[in-house]
């Protein structure tokens, strides 16, 4: 029986991990692939305090490698389901079933799909959400990307070290992404911009993708261009399949708690970007991950009155 069962190793799991295995608490930290979430797909993260500038998984290395010092069990496997009734509650993956007195749900957020055709069709093969995994393969072609976020216009200027030329295609005549990032953006000369348009069909022949079909939401003009590749980042849905029986989540899926982490399910804590939250980023991954680690700390230090 583990004192915490902490689901997902990304900063905010690592991070209650770190909290409650340096509480002396038995905890396994369980993860469906590698340590570091996100952060695996990410390739210079020059917001997190103490690195002017550091590689996503350099990172989450760093995050990953003190947690043996103090005894947190590593476990691999994909979580299908929880059961939080009663003071022992069980984790339910492909392989097994393990019994907790407390949970620390950290599973993260994956990327949105757009829903085109042509998108599934050519996933790997010229559709791609993931930059820093895919960029290579698209040296001095034409690329694509969709989105008007942070991931959007980071991961363009990060493909123009690869691409003859970037398109940045957003719904809107505004982009969301954070100041610094845009600036950055808009001084890059291989970076170019097409607004108040969406993405209607990725096209392609039998090996790749050769175009997109792109409608101006303002005059409805539809068009048709000729790009290699198409990177989406058009927002991320939360992980929340595994617990969406627990009625802890709001209506889009994120998982409601309080400032202590607490869910509405005593004994249940959740931690980083499943959560239902203004600003989803390491460092506030890694303050609700602390916090939910020692909150499980003073959680079954009150059970064990
Ligand atoms: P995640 O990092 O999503 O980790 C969740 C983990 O849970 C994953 O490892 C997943 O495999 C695991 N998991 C999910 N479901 C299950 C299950 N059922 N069973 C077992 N394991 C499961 N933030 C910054 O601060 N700076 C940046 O520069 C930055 N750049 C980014 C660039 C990109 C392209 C993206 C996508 C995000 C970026 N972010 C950045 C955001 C940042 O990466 C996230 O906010 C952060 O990783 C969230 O951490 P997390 O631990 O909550 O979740
Ligand atoms: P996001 O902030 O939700 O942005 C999604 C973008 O996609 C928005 O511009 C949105 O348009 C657009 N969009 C959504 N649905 C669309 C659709 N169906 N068709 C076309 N466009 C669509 O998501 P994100 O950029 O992936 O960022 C996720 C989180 O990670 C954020 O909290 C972000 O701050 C963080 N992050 C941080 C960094 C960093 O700090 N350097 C880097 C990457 C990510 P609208 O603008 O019109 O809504």
Redesign the pocket.
């Known amino acids: 029986m583990y004192d915490t069962i902490i689901i997902g190793a990304g900063p905010a799991g690592m991070t209650a991990a770190l909290y409650a295995g340096r509480s002396n608490l038995k905890v396994a930290l369980l993860e469906r692939g590698i340590y570091g979430g996100q952060m695996q797909n990410t390739a210079d993260i020059e917001?997190y305090p103490g690195y002017a500038n550091i590689s996503g998984p350099e990172l989450s290395e760093k995050m990953f490698e003190p947690l043996e010092k103090f005894g947190v069990d590593h476990l691999f496997g994909q979580v299908l389901r929880v059961e939080t009734d009663g003071p022992v509650k069980k984790v339910i993956t492909e392989d097994e079933t393990l019994e907790t007195k407390s949970i620390v749900l950290a599973m993260g957020a994956k990327h949105?799909l757009?829903g085109i055709p042509g998108e599934a069709e050519y996933n790997s093969r010229g559709v791609s959400y993931c930059a820093v995994c895919d960029g290579a393969f698209f040296r001095d072609q034409d690329l694509l990307v969709?989105?008007?976020?942070?991931?959007?216009v980071?991961e363009a200027a990060f493909l123009t070290q690869f691409a003859k030329s970037v398109t940045i295609v957003?719904?809107?005549d505004k982009l969301?992404a954070?100041q610094v990032?845009q600036d950055r953006a808009f001084a890059n000369e291989k970076i170019n911009f097409i607004w108040d348009s969406?993405v209607e069909e990725i096209k392609g022949d039998d090996r790749k993708v050769q175009s997109v079909v792109l409608k101006n939401v303002q005059t409805g003009e539809v068009s048709e261009h000729a790009f290699g590749g198409v990177f989406i980042?058009?927002?991320?849905d939360p992980m929340t399949d595994s617990v969406a029986d627990l009625g802890i989540t709001d209506e889009a899926g994120w998982i409601v708690t309080n400032d202590l982490m607490e869910t509405s399910q005593a004994g249940v804590f959740a931690a980083g970007d499943i959560r239902q939250k203004y600003?989803?980023?390491v460092t506030t991954a890694v303050g609700d991950g602390a916090m939910a680690g020692q909150q499980v700390y003073n959680y079954l230090t009150a059970l064990e009155g």
């Open positions: 917001n949105r757009l969709v989105g008007g976020g942070d991931s959007a980071e957003h719904r809107r969301r954070q990032l969406v980042y058009v927002g991320l600003l989803r980023q």
